[in-house]
Nanobody
């Protein structure tokens, strides 16, 4: 099992930017797919972005395409989510996840989450 710790959340005005980081420990993530999910109040947790082990394969939810960028640094065992042009509807708890099977649609280990709040 890999331990994941998110950081970088906070309060930002609409149109602003935040960069989330996810530091992994316990195992190397170099062979794992990594993803960012979010969950807003009274809504289900949903995949926002995913990245394959090499970084060459990515997925983005339609709602964030063109605004969010997922990246990874396997040497640092860290995954990032750059969020630009933030909107109030991006407000949610953001969770980092690791997929040991390497698939962008399957995840096994989760972080505790970091709150992102976008004010209008």
């Amino acid at each position: 099992q890999v331990q994941l710790v998110e950081s970088g959340g906070g309060l930002v005005q609409a149109g602003g930017s935040l960069r989330l980081s996810c530091a992994a420990s316990g195992r190397t993530i170099r062979n794992y797919a990594m993803g960012w999910f979010r969950q807003a109040p009274e809504k289900e947790r949903a995949l926002v972005a995913g990245i394959g082990w090499s970084g060459g394969n990515t997925y983005y939810a339609d709602s964030v395409k063109g605004r969010f960028t997922i990246s990874r640094d396997n040497a640092k065992n860290t995954v990032y989510l750059q969020m630009n042009s933030l909107k109030p509807e991006d407000t949610a708890v953001y969770y980092c996840a690791a997929g040991t099977r390497g698939r962008l649609d399957q995840y096994d280990d989760w972080g505790q989450g970091t709150q992102v709040t976008v004010s209008s």
